[in-house]
């Protein structure tokens, strides 16, 4: 029986290879089923014979209970970024003055997830994604569903290999069909899908995705006697993987614009998202000459398409409220793909947003979008109009509750001032439970919708006595017994919130995550809070006229104190739990941006730990900042730091001074 599981197994797996790397089928997909169905059958009967690279393993069905962590032997490091041809040539000047003139291979980015693969003796053994570079988490499960990523190498190497793990726009549309028949949230794009998906404690969800890859490092070739990056490709792809074909050695700089501008012109042929080039220098021995800074190596860069635009019709213009009453108009476009992802309404801003571009309904809009940040109509095409175009006007009512909306004199927006609108009510009970608020799990902005239309929520105390109507909770649909406790549970939690997560949660107007800190810190407690008056509060540094009127405004308001002695009633938390600033020299009175993503500590830990020092973070860089924290791929922050000659911590430095 051994023979024909080995015989099953040879055949399945060449006929995987020939089909998803080389691009050759060599037998049906009917061929394929019924063989892969015999040796389903025959590992069911003799499982001591299943073997570990066993196609059936594509099929998924391991399940772990959590990732584990994976220590990368050599660092997963990212890539500095380039934005434009000047960037490139200074990229290229720095190498040539390292290690002189260069042979580069320029290749596609590939807009997926890293992943790092290690081979025992040829067999898949482990595989890990990128985490913050150093720690990874074990995903193998999910991998070894990946059909073009081999379970057996051509050679039974001991090696560790590298790539992108990505979705194609194919698979990327037919799973976000399936969702959205499912009345499920759709993916954003390929790349939050692919990720999606790899981090699935379930492996035959994975294997239901569609993932494919492309392999393009190879951390130890010279163990091998490879000697430049293009060698190195060609070895992984005769031991098996899928190399992405277009790949150019450039030996000038002329050349590698050229290749630029060819895939800037082309990436919408390509079936899979592309976001950039990777430029890699050749000669692995100049590599290992220019060797690396903490995070990038100096040998490579990425060079990043400008932000997409593209154009589709503004259908409508419709009108929003928020929980400060702030009435927004909206942009409802024809759906359109951009980068991936389907967009069919961007936010207009405000009434002089829209009038200075004079947007109107009926015109054809560029859309724009970068990165993960929200899709913004750009401009009308005014070439395009047919003369049927409905000029803008701003509503004077408010959408909901259609009371006169008021423009404040100082700003653009206008708000709708009913204390009793619906639309506030609810945004600022949805506002209330938040993760940076109060951050109760569980309520889902339909949830808290639907409990105040049915009359369970309309103060913010109101989510303290929702155990009274638990019986009539748990009738409802799509709700039982269990997630009821669950969530009475979560709101029992909530009780325990420092005064910063209350304040900001309570929705005054002004007063930002930001801003709630620091009344806690400087306060402590409510009380002392509710004690203050205008001049004490305009005195706290960053706390303006604006904000010490609102907060002095709120403070008596009878309504907003009986609220709060009804949430003191509920046994709400009303202290500052955070540290007692405990100033560092390093940090007291000093002004610190941060800028790209740091690996240890979230933002909001970041600034919690410099405030905490007696410092304070603002988000721009200007000549009154002291120092600038710069993360994994830092932005033009990190370049206008250079340019004003202020100083610049990277992470290791930073929790080195933090004493951490
Ligand atoms: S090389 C030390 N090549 O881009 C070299 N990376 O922004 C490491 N990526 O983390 C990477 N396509 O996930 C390389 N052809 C390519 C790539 C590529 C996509 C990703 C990779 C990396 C990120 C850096």
Redesign the pocket.
């Known amino acids: 029986m051994k023979n024909r599981i080995d015989e099953l197994v040879n055949l399945l797996n060449e006929a995987n290879y020939n089909y998803y790397v080389l691009d050759k089928p060599t037998i049906t997909d009917q061929e394929y089923d019924k063989y892969l169905r015999e040796l389903i059958d025959l590992e069911e009967r003799y499982p001591d014979l299943k073997r570990e690279d066993s196609p059936s393993i594509r099929v998924g069905g391991e399940v772990i209970d959590s990732f584990n962590k994976i220590v990368h032997e050599i660092p ?4 500095s ?1 380039v934005f434009n041809e000047e960037e490139i040539l200074d990229f290229n000047q720095r190498v040539v003055k390292e290690a002189g003139e260069q042979e580069y291979v320029a ?8 992943v790092s693969l290690l081979y025992e003796k040829g067999k898949l053994v482990r595989a890990a994604t ?1 985490g913050d570079g150093v720690t990874g988490e074990d995903i193998t499960h999910n991998v070894k569903t990946i059909k073009s990523i081999p379970l057996t190498l051509k050679e039974p190497l001991d090696i560790e290999v ?1 790539g ?1 793990i990505y979705m194609s726009k194919k698979s990327f549309e037919k799973i976000n069909q399936e969702k959205a028949k499912n009345n499920e949230e759709l993916f954003a794009n390929p790349r939050n899908a692919a990720a999606g998906s790899i981090r699935q404690l379930d492996s035959s969800i994975a294997a239901k995705r569609g993932l494919d890859s ?1 392999l ?2 190879l951390p130890n070739a010279a163990k091998y006697g490879i000697t430049t990056h293009y060698d190195a490709l060609m070895f992984l792809k005769k031991l098996g993987f899928v190399v ?1 074909p277009n790949i150019r050695k450039v030996k000038t700089v002329q050349e590698l614009l050229e290749f630029i501008e060819y895939w800037t012109d082309k990436r919408d042929t390509l079936p899979y998202e592309i976001d950039g080039i ?1 430029i ?1 220098v050749n000669d692995l021995n100049n590599q290992e000459r220019l060797g690396f800074t903490a995070k990038y ?1 100096k040998w ?1 860069t ?1 060079y990043k398409f400008p932000a997409q635009l593209v154009l589709t019709k503004l259908k409508d213009i419709i009108f929003s409220v928020g929980r400060t009453g702030q009435v927004t108009p909206n942009a409802v476009l024809e759906p359109v793909i951009l980068m991936g992802s389907t967009i069919s309404a961007a936010t207009l801003h405000n009434e002089d947003y829209v009038k200075e571009n004079d947007f109107r309904i009926g015109d054809i809009v560029a859309i724009k979008k970068a990165g993960d940040v929200i899709p913004e109509v750009v401009e009308s095409i005014v070439e395009r109009r047919t003369g049927d175009e409905i000029p803008f006007v701003m509503t004077k009512t408010c959408p909901i509750c259609h009371s006169n909306l008021v423009r404040k004199e100082s700003e653009s927006a206008y708000y709708c001032v009913n204390p009793n609108c619906d639309a506030k009510r609810i945004e600022g009970l949805i506002h209330f439970v938040s993760r940076d608020a109060m951050n109760i799990e569980g309520f889902g902005d339909k949830i808290v919708e639907d409990f105040y239309n049915r009359g369970y929520l309309k103060y913010f105390s109101d989510y303290y006595i929702l155990g009274n109507v638990k019986r009539e909770l748990k009738e409802l649909e799509g709700f039982g017994e269990k997630s009821i406790s669950n969530l009475l549970d979560s709101i029992e939690d909530s009780k325990k919130r420092s005064l910063e997560n209350l304040l900001f949660a309570l929705g005054i107007r002004y007063v930002g995550k930001k801003t709630a800190k620091l009344l806690a810190m400087h306060y402590q407690t409510m009380d002392n809070l509710l004690n203050t008056d205008y001049d004490e509060l305009v005195n706290i540094p960053d706390i303006g006229d604006a904000i010490a009127k609102s907060v002095e405004d709120t403070i008596h308001d009878n309504d907003f104190l009986k609220e709060i002695d009804l949430l003191k009633s509920h046994g709400l938390n009303m202290t500052y739990l955070g540290k007692k600033v405990n100033s560092n020299v390093m940090f007291a009175d000093k002004t610190f941006v941060l800028t790209g993503s740091l690996s240890k500590l979230s933002r909001d830990e970041a600034s919690l730990e410099i405030e905490n020092r007696g410092g304070k973070t603002t988000s721009s860089v200007t000549k009154k900042t002291d120092v600038v924290i710069v993360g994994d ?1 830092p932005g033009s922050k990190y370049d206008k730091a250079i340019s004003l000659g202020i100083t610049v911590w990277n992470e290791d430095e930073f929790i080195n001074n933090l004493g951490m």
């Open positions: 997963m490091l990212s890539l970024n290749e596609l980015k590939i807009d997926g997830l890293s990128r590298r992108e492309f393009y490092h992405n990777v890699k190596p490579a990425a791929k």
